[in-house]
């Protein structure tokens, strides 16, 4: 019944890689009771996410996410899904996020400018409260620097739970009112859920100051005339919380990392410091890091691929972190190089061979808000600091939700003798 999953869970990463060197394009095997196919090839790929999408849904291991989350645009279905979608849609439009764009940048400033020349420094830590004030900024116009350690805390304790929330009947396992670990889950949601429905109340008091996502929510009807309901407002917040900074925020410490090793990258890219080459060392970064490691689909009607059919049930595994590590598309796929993302390369690269934020109708809606925000914090920081990891600090991925380091990033932070002008930017 177990099937591979202890193997599995060990080291998911390294588990699907090794599936992918033994059976090629389309990799087959158990996990507990479930059939998986990982699929790894463009093509195949494309098939799942877009042109016959209507045949899946999220799988499970996501659906359960539904304890946190509830309803929010990462968990639901349709067809409530494809209608949030169009409702928040437009809060990442080419025009909001222009205006976003100085906020990454102020945000990022003032951040760095607690630290100390020389002094250590949890560099994962300080990404995740940088992006947690961005998103909170951009999309609800809301100040979390007094709650960022709370709403930060909260959500590393429930992170830290993801093996409770993953399992089966793990909406009935959090309420067991004696289970530790289930009380510490709810706790940090009850924290969580305090900061959100705070900034929802204060705007339904103050309504129509902002223009932002929430005031979008809230003005939104349905065909019956109702608004969202607090908890519906709360499920997409949280959702956008979670899903908007968690992701950035470990793409942004692997992509100092990288720097860190690679001094001859380093250097470049210091002396280019512009948003252009940081965009092309985040992309390098995804590429090598991606955040979403894995994405999850369940047929609910029979697929087919290349000529086999499987069943309803099964569930079809898309892993950016396999195709985006194949030799056949990527050359020397374990070398750190951002001159793989020039344009000219990017304009010759098979569709769907890169993927970090997924595609087709459930492709990330953040992705363009995530470029923006990963290359303008980038050069912000960038220009005036640069880092050194600890001796001694072990860095490997951590597979969770998203991909994190296994022990967080421990830096020496140095301040560049000669801060470059902004004007380049
Ligand atoms: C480097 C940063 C990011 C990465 C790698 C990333 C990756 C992804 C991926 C792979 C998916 C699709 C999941 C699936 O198909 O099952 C997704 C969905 C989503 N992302 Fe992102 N994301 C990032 C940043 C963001 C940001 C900044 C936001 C919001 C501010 C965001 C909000 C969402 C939401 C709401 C969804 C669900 C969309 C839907 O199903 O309609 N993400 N993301």
């Known amino acids: 019944m177990i099937g591979e999953l202890p193997a599995f869970r060990r080291d998911p990463t390294g588990f699907l890689m090794r599936k992918y060197r033994e059976q090629g394009d389309v990799a087959r095997f158990r996990l507990g009771p479930q059939n998986v196919v990982l699929l790894a090839a463009p093509d195949d790929i494309r098939d799942v ?9 999220k799988n499970r291991m996501l659906h359960r996410a539904r304890v946190l ?13 494809t209608r949030q979608r169009k409702l928040i849609q437009p809060a990442f439009y080419r025009e909001r996020l222009a205006g976003y764009a100085a906020i990454m940048t102020e945000e990022a400033e003032r951040r760095s400018s607690h630290w100390q020349d020389g002094a250590q420094l949890d560099l ?17 116009s809301a ?12 959500l590393t304790d429930i992170l830290d739970l993801f093996d409770l929330l993953m399992l089966p009947l793990s909406q009935w396992v959090v309420r067991l009112p004696l289970l530790p670990a289930a009380r510490r889950f ?21 309504p129509g100051e902002h223009t932002d996502l929430l005031d979008l929510l809230l003005a939104a009807r349905g065909e019956d005339g109702e608004g969202m309901s607090d908890r519906e407002l709360r499920d997409e917040a949280l959702t956008l919380f979670l899903a908007g900074h968690e992701t950035t925020a470990n793409a942004l410490t692997w992509t100092w990392y990288l720097l860190s090793e690679h001094p001859d990258v380093e250097r470049r890219f210091q002396a280019e410091i512009d948003t252009a080459y940081a965009e092309q060392v985040f992309a390098e970064a995804l590429r090598l890091y991606p955040p979403a490691w894995g994405i999850g689909r369940r047929a609910i009607e029979p697929h087919t691929v290349r000529g086999v059919t499987y069943q ?20 020397e ?10 344009p000219e390369a990017a304009e010759a690269r098979q569709k769907f061979a890169y993927i970090p934020f997924g595609g087709g109708p459930r492709g990330c809606i953040g992705e363009r808000f995530a470029w923006m ?12 600091w640069s880092f050194r990891l600890v001796e001694g600090h072990p860095v490997g991925p951590r597979p969770l939700l998203t991909l994190r380091t296994s022990a967080g990033l421990r830096v020496y932070s140095q301040r560049r003798d000669r801060p470059i002008s902004p004007s380049k930017g």
């Open 186 to 206: 709810r706790e940090a949601r009850r924290r969580l859920d305090k900061v959100i429905y705070r900034i929802i109340e204060d705007r339904r008091r103050a």
């Open 69 to 81: 989350l509830g309803e929010g645009l990462l968990t639901s279905e349709e067809p409530y899904h």
């Open 312 to 331: 309803a049930g099964t569930i079809f595994a898309i892993s950016p972190w396999v195709t985006h590590r194949r030799p056949d598309l990527w050359p």
């Open 143 to 154: 100040n979390v620097e007094e709650d960022a350690g709370e709403v930060g805390a909260a």
């Open 373 to 384: 925000e990963g290359a303008r914090i980038l050069a912000a920081i960038g220009r005036q």
């Open 49 to 57: 996410l877009v042109t016959h999408n209507t045949r899946f849904v």
């Open 333 to 342: 796929p374990e070398r750190f190089d951002p001159d793989r993302f020039r």
């Open 124 to 140: 994962d830590r300080e990404m995740m409260r940088l992006t947690l004030a961005i998103v909170a900024r951009t999309l609800f």
